[in-house]
């Protein structure tokens, strides 16, 4: 789930969250904080058990990643190889036994800037290290990518926009033609959405004009597992702590 500053969603209801979630593995994105910053938001879950795995981002309040399990995992790695994205926070993955659970954010970009061919670049680098993954895998995160029409509510209205373009969309196509399974439109496959992020302008919660740019890519028997898969939306607009509400999804 991206937290949108772990520090400020501490003080806003994801602690309340993390003691009721029934999740054995939460995967974090953009916590805007150091290694250090993370674990003290964090206290009060890492003090009742929950296990922190963190990449700190270089970019000060920008991006960081991390994994919260129920238990230690057997091996952390941060990153994926690239050299441009080594210290970005962009990336952490963690074993359970035989099964590997990764926590991306991907850029959100901007259509005909640096900030999209930055975006690009990092498309281009993680989607090569996803294509040789094999194994148990699942990779949850903010993709800032909606891949089809369903997935956001003003589609035509995005056409040009970040998120919504034909070549980010294409990227996500290609990964599901190597083998990963969208595993929340799996199980959801003829609804609009399900959102999970809304923007905080305008009444977009309100009217739930959102964007599915929140989701989990899973390779294996691993996705054929997936039994349960739910958007856990704040029932108010004062009542959210992130302007993207946890994906959670339920395996076998």
């Known amino acids: 789930m991206n937290v949108n500053g772990v520090r400020a969603a501490s003080t806003k209801g994801m602690l309340a969250w993390l003691a009721a979630t029934?999740?054995?593995?939460?995967?974090?994105?953009?916590?805007?904080?150091?290694?250090?910053?993370?674990?003290?938001?964090?206290?009060?879950?890492?003090?009742a058990g929950w296990v922190l795995s963190h990449a700190e981002p270089e970019s000060?309040?920008?991006?960081?990643?991390?994994?919260?399990?129920?238990?230690?995992?057997?091996?952390?790695?941060?990153?994926?190889?690239?050299?441009?994205?080594?210290?970005?926070?962009?990336?952490?993955?963690?074993?359970?036994?035989?099964i590997t659970a990764a926590s991306v954010y991907v850029h959100s970009g901007e259509a005909n800037t640096p900030k999209q061919d930055e975006k690009y670049r990092f498309m281009a680098e993680f989607g090569a290290y996803l294509k040789s993954r094999t194994g148990e895998f699942v990779v949850s995160g903010d993709w800032n990518i909606a891949p089809a029409e369903v997935d956001l509510k003003n589609w035509k209205g995005n056409q040009k926009s970040a998120g919504f373009l034909p070549e980010e969309r294409a990227w996500i196509a290609d990964l599901l033609a190597a083998g990963y399974v969208d595993v929340v439109r799996a199980l959801h496959p003829d609804v609009a959405g399900p959102y999970s992020w809304w923007s905080y302008r305008g009444r977009a919660f309100d009217n739930?004009?959102?964007?599915?740019?929140d989701y989990h890519l899973a390779l294996g028997e691993l996705a054929g597992r997936a039994k349960q898969a739910v958007v856990e939306r704040a029932d108010a607009y004062d009542q959210r702590w992130s302007d993207h509400a946890p994906v959670t999804v339920q395996f076998r």
Do not use: H, M, N
């Open 60 to 98: 000060k309040g920008r991006a960081g990643v991390g994994i919260l399990s129920r238990r230690a995992p057997d091996a952390v790695r941060v990153g994926f190889g690239s050299d441009e994205f080594a210290e970005s926070g962009r990336y952490i993955e963690a074993d359970f036994g035989d």
């Open 22 to 47: 029934e999740a054995d593995i939460v995967c974090l994105q953009e916590t805007r904080a150091t290694d250090a910053q993370t674990a003290a938001a964090l206290a009060p879950a890492l003090d």
């Open 208 to 213: 739930d004009s959102g964007w599915r740019i």
